[in-house]
């Protein structure tokens, strides 16, 4: 049941975290670059899928590294001899796999070490693509924001009156 809780905590964090950043950045794309509301919908709509995919998946590593943390405490607090039956019971996820694996007291600290290192790269990637995300978004905005100017001059060019070609004078007819 615990980890069912920390499943959907680490999804609802993840989603909350990507309606605000999604919501701030469709501001930012309206507001302060001038993008059109059909472009500032889109990047917004790209971004909370993105960034609730990226902070579901970051805020679920670190609830999982606790969680092995609190494994190996519980297997160490036996003792020399690891009695698995303290840790079946109180985790009862693990329990098909604990009887497979020959593991001693001396190697418990070395799988820990080992998930926990695999499981801090895994963050700093999330980290990394969260980083990059923000990049792209920022990159996307000013390009848009440039076209979208540069489309409202043209407009405005076209509209005026003046035309390059015959330099604002009427033609003969």
Same mark, same amino acid.
């Given at each position: ?11 609802? @964090? ?15 794309? =309206?507001?302060?670059?001038?993008? &059109?509301?059909?472009? &500032? !919908?889109?990047?917004?709509?790209? @971004?909370? $899928?993105?960034?609730?995919?990226? $902070?579901?998946?970051?805020i +679920?590593a ?6 092995? /943390?609190?494994?190996?405490? &519980?297997?160490?607090?036996? !003792? /020399?001899?690891?009695d @698995?039956?303290?840790v ?6 693990? /329990? %098909?796999?604990?009887?497979?694996? /020959? ?6 600290m ?7 290192? %695999?499981?801090?790269?895994?963050? @700093?990637?999330? $980290? ?15 390009? +848009? !924001? ?6 409202? &001059? ?6 005026? +009156?003046? =035309? ?10």
């Amino acid at each position: 049941m615990d980890i069912l809780f920390n499943y959907i905590s680490a999804l609802l @964090w993840g989603l909350l975290i990507g309606l605000i950043l999604s919501g701030f950045v469709m501001y930012l794309a =309206h507001k302060i670059c001038g993008i &059109s509301y059909l472009i &500032s !919908g889109l990047i917004g709509v790209f @971004w909370l $899928f993105f960034m609730t995919f990226q $902070f579901t998946a970051l805020i +679920g590593a670190n609830k999982t590294k606790k969680y092995v /943390e609190n494994v190996v405490a &519980s297997a160490q607090a036996v !003792g /020399e001899n690891i009695d @698995w039956t303290i840790v079946k019971d109180k985790y009862s996820l693990l /329990e %098909s796999y604990l009887g497979k694996a /020959e593991i001693t007291p001396a190697n418990v600290m070395d799988i820990k070490t080992m998930v926990i290192d %695999s499981l801090n790269r895994y963050i @700093w990637r999330r $980290f990394g693509w969260i980083v990059g995300g923000i990049v792209l978004a920022f990159g996307v905005m000013i390009g +848009g !924001g440039a076209m979208e100017a540069n489309r409202v &001059s043209n407009h405005r060019r076209r509209t005026s +009156g003046i =035309h390059r070609n015959n330099r604002g004078h009427r033609t003969r007819r």
